[in-house]
């Protein structure tokens, strides 16, 4: 190979130990999501990942087991306006108890005040709730909702703050009036939106004076659903599923239930909730699935969530954060392996690709988890995108400008462009390798440009080499040097080939033609004919970069190489423009030969077998068929 000054920036010793550092910080990122970010905050849009998922997996299929009756719009036009009298308040859950045949009835609503116009509304309702399947409410107030905490009414039921639940500490209440502080049910209708706005989860229990105090919803289902004991989680909020929408509820006006217009067996055996949804009277709140939803329907769709919990319905558990943290370990590796030998392009997609999947998993574990951060993976994959591509973009151009600064012109472009993609710390580095090395010289140049002027010398020279380089880089060759009027070739490095012995055997084919052909073009304009001679000799050879900080070449060295150059000089003894050595026609496979005899080369103690292309070119098993008479010594026949 030409000797070429060449500037050898050393890759960075540290690069595998500095992708190793970005695919262990990517997995951090993630274990830090899903353990360490603080409460209550939404880790790379977490919640809005989770807000879409929700969406794509809300049902409209009927909730059988819930009944909504709604004080509505139509039902205050018809009755009167809110408030209304207790009475009417008592005639609607004594109707849905008695007529209606309702397992429990919740009240959405408070009733701090009491009403000593209202007859024995306030008596009835007193007596429902001590004694009868009715659930009423209370509102607590928590920390950061107002400067001044509310205490209005008289707080009912709760337990000594004790167990696994610490409950939610709250600051303040409003509760219903004393007359109604004996009922034997209450739950809390308070609630916490995230600070986007959007309420996703209710307090489970909330404490308040060393007592808890339970959800609306858990208070209905102890008091009413006749089922097996509700088994909560130990978190003192509990994600609201979503799972169905407002639609899915069986949802009654408060009117119709009053004049009895509804079939009575349409609530038997349901637990109902009573409240409004009137935009004058009802609360509203931002839902995953809409704004402006009616809080009677968050209630609903926890109570839905509560008894799929108690049926043994609820999707079972899955360990969401190891899943993700488990991506993320795979997403790491993957980079950490993958990126050295991919483009950045194909890295970036690779990302990306992984991205989505990741979106797939998150879809299903969402389910089964509600707890996991979903987009932590995510996260995770981002930062070998903004970092790793990056790093190892660069690094690919360190390599990629020393391998072209002592490769360019010398070795085909395919293996060139093979070894930018390999991962190989240093693929010049010197290193054994099994390779053919081919020797072309052109017979007789002195005698050629000797009596030419130096310009067509010089073109001389320029077309034969021509017509030697072209086959060497065609058949992915390695140009190790010219040598003046010839050149030095190999096969089988940088990068190893299984076929580099056909592989030259093939080049040589292609310089003789090319050479014949420019030799008869020169005899047609009455110039001296050409001839080339080719040695080739196939064994292992030390090949890599040799030489000093200031210059270095890429070349092979090793008996192998000494004797194709040995081969190339014995040509000018024989009528045959190629001779072949023993170790080429070894590992030949698409070649046929003829054995020309064996001779003691320079420098070898013992003769060396010496072989031909066969006249012959049909593609078939080698066979070394004909005999000829070596100069020196005469070879036996091969069998």
Request: proline share 7%; net charge neutral; with cysteine.
């Amino acid at each position: 190979m030409r000797h070429s000054p060449v500037n050898r920036p050393r890759l960075l010793s540290g690069a595998a130990a500095i992708r190793f550092s970005f695919a262990l910080a990517a997995v951090l990122l993630t274990v830090w999501a899903q353990w360490l970010k603080p409460p209550a905050s939404s880790f790379f849009a977490d919640e809005w990942l989770r807000d879409r998922m929700i969406n794509l997996q809300a049902s409209s299929a009927e909730e059988p087991r819930i009944l909504v009756v709604d004080i509505d719009e139509a039902s205050t036009s018809e009755l009167g306006p809110w408030p209304w009298p207790r009475e009417r308040m008592a005639d609607l859950v004594e109707k849905l108890i008695t007529i209606y045949k309702a397992k429990g009835v919740a009240l959405d609503i408070v009733l701090p005040d009491p009403r000593p116009d209202s007859g024995d509304g306030d008596q009835r309702l007193a007596l429902l709730a001590e004694h009868g399947p009715l659930v009423t409410a209370q509102i607590f107030e928590y920390p950061g909702a107002s400067e001044n905490p509310v205490r209005d009414g008289q707080l009912a039921g709760g337990v000594p703050a004790k167990g696994s639940h610490a409950g939610v500490p709250a600051r303040g209440y409003i509760a219903n009036h004393a007359g109604m502080a004996r009922a034997a049910h209450v739950g809390n209708i308070g609630f916490i939106p995230d600070r986007d706005g959007v309420l996703r989860r209710l307090p489970l229990f909330t404490r308040y004076q060393d007592r808890l105090y339970p959800a609306l919803t858990i208070a209905l289902i102890d008091c009413c659903s006749g089922g097996p004991p509700l088994r909560l989680p130990a978190d003192d909020f509990m994600r609201v599923s979503y799972k169905r929408d407002w639609t899915a509820f069986t949802v009654v006006s408060a009117a119709d239930i009053l004049k009895v217009r509804i079939r009575p067996d349409s609530a038997h055996d349901r637990l109902v909730l009573v409240g409004s949804s009137a935009m004058g009277q009802g609360d509203r709140v931002t839902t995953p699935l809409a704004a402006q939803r009616p809080g009677l329907g968050v209630h609903a769709a926890m109570l839905s969530t509560l008894l799929e919990h108690q049926a043994g319905q609820a999707p079972a558990p899955w360990p969401g954060k190891i899943i993700a943290v488990l991506f993320s370990i795979g997403i790491a590796i993957i980079a950490m392996l993958g990126f050295p030998r991919l483009r950045a392009v194909s890295s970036v997609g690779l990302l990306l690709g992984s991205m989505l999947v990741w979106l797939v998993v998150a879809y299903f574990t969402s389910r089964h988890d509600p707890a996991f951060v979903t987009t932590a993976p995510l996260a995770s994959a981002l930062f070998l995108l903004i970092v790793a591509v990056p790093f190892q973009w660069q690094l690919t151009q360190t390599r990629s400008r020393h391998l072209l600064d002592t490769l360019r012109q010398y070795v085909a472009r395919e293996v060139v462009d093979e070894l930018l993609r390999s991962d190989l710390r240093d693929p010049l580095k010197p290193a054994r390798r099994d390779v053919t090395t081919l020797i072309a010289d052109m017979e007789g140049y002195t005698t050629q440009v000797e009596t030419l002027p130096v310009e067509e010398a010089a073109q001389l020279t320029r077309d034969f080499l021509d017509c030697l380089t072209g086959p060497v880089l065609e058949q992915k060759g390695t140009l190790d040097k010219y040598t003046g009027d010839g050149l030095v070739a190999f096969w089988g490095a940088p990068l190893p080939v299984d076929n580099h012995a056909d592989l030259a055997l093939d080049a040589a084919r292609e310089i003789v033609r090319r050479v014949r052909q420019m030799s008869a073009h020169r005899v047609d304009q009455g110039k001296l004919p050409l001839r080339v001679r080719i040695g080739i000799e196939s064994g292992e050879a030390m090949a890599g970069d040799f030489g000093t900080s200031f210059r270095s070449i890429y070349t092979a060295v090793g008996d192998s190489v000494n004797t194709a150059s040995r081969l190339e000089q014995a040509a000018r003894d024989f009528p045959h423009d190629v001779i072949v050595g023993a170790g080429t026609v070894g590992r030949a496979t698409r070649h046929r030969f003829i054995l020309l005899g064996e001779r003691l080369l320079r420098g070898k103690e013992r003769p060396t077998t010496l072989f031909t292309f066969d006249p012959d070119p049909t593609d078939a098993p080698k066979t070394m068929a004909v005999t000829t008479t070596d100069p020196q010594r005469t070879a036996e026949p091969a069998r």
